[in-house]
């Protein structure tokens, strides 16, 4: 089965609608309409400089919409995907009372509810049950905040769109719940179509029963459409017929359902209008915009979004995920467009799509800046302007043009993209925000950066280009690192290299380009591509406190920030400065996992020194993709096994040779294809084939199992 020609862009422009619109909401969540009118009146752009607020946030809706979806890719792109299959998908990917969901408590939040059902083994759909969870708590919003994916990949099928939003909503939701979310998954399939907007409802809602309430209820507002041409008036009428004394719950469906509905019929088929009546309606703005946005964004594609106000350029396609696959926390709309699009063609047995050879950034789609912006330090304010623009590109159609202004000596263009946390007031402001920041680099050294680049004919001068990033010090402050430059004449090109340096066991902050001119030159490079690849090269210590006379100074935060900490005890890790090792893990149920690293690490080795103090069982693991998805080498008191964490354990290879407490061991964990090797203290101990060869790549791990347990001398290191 093909698929349209426009579909990547379409899926981008549904992407971008959703993050614009969320970010567009977010503000003002929880406010009224007479709250948002008397303060703003009605909403046509964004106010988050208004409320002091940063633009780009974590969000639950947008963590869970691009989260959740994983499932499909996680279990072979397979219209055979269970609710179960999802549901393990939670598993995986949610830290516990950190990630995705509002953690309020079993019987007063619904996802932490289900979270909880679910991790106590009960199994969708009874996790999400009317039965189980009583029809206030399964019928609120949760579901259909989450669902516009599963229609992104099911293009002109509203069918298959609602079927797969059936299977995802029921793992924490039932009821009227799973018929709003199967109406927008629905809606969301048919904007690829379907023109009409009222033939998109009628096909949507035959997609749910005619006798429940959110069935009643459209038929309803489209009759007060119908005579009414007044959305303030027609919304009057939603919080009287449908108000939160009806529909009781931290934040029902229904009357924020109605609100999406209400902004699709007033919306006057205009992605501005759209929005704008959503969130002036006030009550859960962000969820509801983010599914309006992404509707509108794929009905009326990237011309759409561009033909009101400039939403594109502060978001930059910037985006936020954090999960417990702490490497795929920083993300652009680029990127998830692709991964969706990816399963939709696994789906119907097309090749995925790898634009420019598989480049991580690539720039094919118009617009796209994948996070590029302009640094604006006190040397570069204001020397570089950035712009998606046709050409300059020998594998693609497009490039990113980097216009560079008077770059008299000592005066530096920099552009650049987050590949971590951006900065410590960005941190800081998440920490005390209800959706933390996890996030592991996406660069770390010892990859290999690639980039090409291509000069504008019309330059006047030559410039000298170099690949350069910043990394966080001792200090937490940004440092600046950076390869050869090379000079680039008017009219030519570039391939660049660079072997990213250890950074004294500091995250890297952003990767970009510097642009260096003599005699005031201006002009503009093309960047085609920018990539990187290989195997780490690193040390993970304790990095040492720059001012010793402060004995008991806190050392730096972002060493710690780099590791996803999914652990009952996570908050002590490395508490106090006279501890003498690097990483204390205690977990006081189960297993419990440090994890950094990128699902594009394939074959490496992960080195430590253990020492048990009171535990059941640890060890370290690599290709960590999540909490129940990695290869990992445990140790307990009678024995030492290789194993997969997959769908379940599963023992790859063992000996009855276990470890004692209070001791140090050498642990070592080699994975290259499908093959693992074993070491402690320096002898090959077990190897092991997985057959299935299940998990190509992945970070790594240090594992604690109901205990406590020391780390010291972590590394990752390539496979010799």
Excluded at 31 to 53: C, D, P, T
Excluded at 124 to 144: D, F, K, T, V
Excluded at 455 to 465: I, S, Y
Aim: hydrophobic share 40%; aromatic share 8%.
């Amino acid at each position: 089965m093909t698929l349209q020609s426009d579909y990547v862009e379409r899926v981008y422009a549904g992407v971008l609608g959703k993050i614009i619109a969320v970010y567009l909401g977010r503000p003002i969540e929880g406010w009224s309409y007479e709250q948002i009118m008397k303060r703003f009146g009605e909403i046509n752009y964004y106010v988050h400089e208004a409320l002091g607020e940063p633009l780009i946030v974590t969000d639950d809706d947008l963590s869970g919409t691009f989260t959740f979806v994983r499932a499909m890719s996680d279990y072979g792109n397979s219209l055979d995907l269970t609710p179960g299959q999802i549901g393990q998908t939670w598993l995986n990917y949610i830290v516990e009372g950190k990630t995705i969901l509002w953690w309020g408590g079993i019987g007063d939040v619904t996802e932490h509810t289900a979270y909880l059902r679910l991790k106590r083994g009960i199994q969708p759909p009874r996790s999400g049950s009317i039965e189980l969870n009583g029809p206030i708590m399964a019928e609120q919003i949760g579901a259909q905040i989450f669902i516009d994916s599963w229609g992104l990949i099911a293009p002109g099928d509203p069918e298959l769109a609602a079927d797969l939003a059936r299977r995802a909503a029921c793992v924490s939701h039932d009821g009227e719940a799973i018929y709003g979310a199967q109406v927008v998954a629905a809606l969301v399939a048919l904007a690829f179509v379907e023109p009409d907007i009222n033939k998109m409802i009628d096909s949507a809602v035959s997609m749910i029963p005619a006798d429940s309430t959110t069935c009643r209820m459209i038929e309803k507002l489209r009759d007060w459409h119908a005579g009414q041409p007044d959305w303030h008036q027609t919304l009057a009428r939603i919080d009287s017929d449908y108000s939160r004394d009806h529909y009781p719950g931290n934040c029902h469906i229904v009357p924020n359902h109605a609100r999406i509905i209400l902004a699709l019929l007033y919306g006057d088929d205009d992605f501005q209008k759209s929005l704008m009546v959503v969130n002036t309606s006030g009550f859960d703005s962000d969820c509801n915009s983010g599914n309006v946005g992404c509707i509108m964004g794929v009905k009326k594609g990237l011309a759409g979004l561009d033909a009101g106000p400039d939403w594109r350029g502060p978001v930059a396609d910037r985006l936020y995920l954090p999960t417990a696959d702490g490497g795929n926390s920083i993300s652009d709309a680029v990127g998830e467009t692709y991964k969706l699009v990816n399963i939709a063609r696994g789906l119907r047995g097309l090749a995925p799509l790898a634009a420019k050879n598989g480049a991580r950034y690539h720039f094919s789609l118009p617009g796209s800046v994948q996070g590029f912006e302009s640094e604006t330090g006190r040397e570069s304010a204001n020397a570089v302007t950035i712009e998606n623009v046709p050409g300059h590109s020998n594998s693609g159609d497009r490039s990113l043009a980097l216009r560079y202004h008077r770059l008299a000596p000592g005066r530096i263009a920099r552009a650049a993209t987050p590949a971590f946390i951006p900065s410590k007031e960005i941190a800081d402001y998440f920490d005390e925000r209800g959706y933390r920041l996890l996030a592991s680099p996406t660069l770390y050294p010892g990859q290999v950066v690639s980039a090409r680049l291509v000069a504008d004919a019309a330059n006047a001068d030559t410039v000298k280009l170099r690949l350069y990033a910043r990394h966080y010090n001792e200090d937490d402050a940004l440092a600046i690192i950076g390869g050869e430059p090379a000079r680039l004449p008017p009219g030519a090109e570039v391939d660049l290299s660079w072997r990213v340096p250890e950074t004294g066991n500091q995250p890297i902050a952003a990767i970009g380009i510097e642009i260096t001119g003599e005699n005031g030159a201006s002009g503009a490079v093309y960047l085609d591509w920018l990539t990187w690849q290989g195997a780490p090269n690193m040390q993970l210590n304790r990095p040492a406190i720059s001012d010793a006379g402060q004995e008991r100074r806190k050392r730096p935060k972002f060493w710690k920030k780099a590791w996803i900490y999914a652990l009952d005890s996570s908050e002590r890790f490395d508490a106090w400065d006279y501890w003498t090792q690097a990483y204390r893990l205690i977990q006081n149920e189960g297993r419990g996992l440090l994890i950094q690293g990128a699902r594009d690490w394939i074959d490496y080795q992960l080195a430590a020194t253990v020492m048990p103090r009171v535990c059941e069982a640890g060890g370290i693991a690599v290709r960590v993709q999540g909490l129940q998805r990695y290869y990992a080498l445990l140790l307990d008191h009678e024995r030492t096994r290789i194993i997969r964490v997959l769908d379940g354990e599963t023992v790859l290879a063992e000996t009855d040779t276990g470890w004692a407490v209070e001791q140090n061991y050498s642990l070592r964990l080699q994975v290259a294809g499908n093959k693992l090797t074993a070491f402690v203290d320096g002898e090959r101990t077990l190897e092991a084939i997985d057959p299935d060869n299940a998990l190509t790549g992945g970070g790594i791990a240090l594992i604690a199992q109901t205990g406590c347990i020391y780390f010291d001398d972590v590394s990752v290191r390539p496979v010799f």
